[in-house]
């Protein structure tokens, strides 16, 4: 069984920085790519960022593409999503998830299981 947790959410001024933690806990991450998503209300949920399970790989969103980082460390079992220079747009429910394969996909349904999320809003 996969349990994914997400913390480090929180309430941000615009430009500001704010690290999201995937955690897992029971089987490990390692050998799966695991991704972000976030969904703002009224929105569907939408890709920003994945990694590879080597970390080699990366892929990110358009959007957050320079001002968000993902990185990973195996031996912990955590997933990291570090978000810099945040906009009130980056508003929105974070969640982490399993890839259902090595490779990087950028779709909902590449993914399997899922944490919770964990609420971020950027204040203008």
């Known amino acids: 069984q996969v349990q994914l947790g997400e913390s480090g959410g929180g309430l941000v001024q615009a430009g500001g920085s704010l690290r999201l933690s995937c955690t897992s806990s029971?089987?490990?991450?390692?050998?799966?790519?695991v991704g972000w998503f976030r969904q703002a209300p009224g929105k569907e949920r939408e890709f920003v960022a994945a990694?590879?399970?080597?970390?080699?790989?990366?892929k990110y969103a358009d959007s957050v593409k320079g001002r968000f980082a993902i990185s990973r460390e195996n031996a912990k079992n955590t997933v990291y999503l570090q978000m810099n220079s945040m906009k009130p747009e980056d508003t929105a429910v974070y969640y982490c998830?399993?890839?259902?394969?090595?490779?990087?996909?950028?779709?909902?349904?590449?993914?399997?299981?899922w944490g919770q999320g964990t609420q971020v809003t950027v204040s203008s």
């Open positions: 029971g089987r490990t991450l390692s050998g799966y790519s």
């Open positions: 990694i590879r399970w080597n970390a080699v790989f990366t």
């Open positions: 998830a399993r890839g259902l394969v090595s490779s990087i996909g950028t779709s909902v349904d590449e993914y399997d299981y």
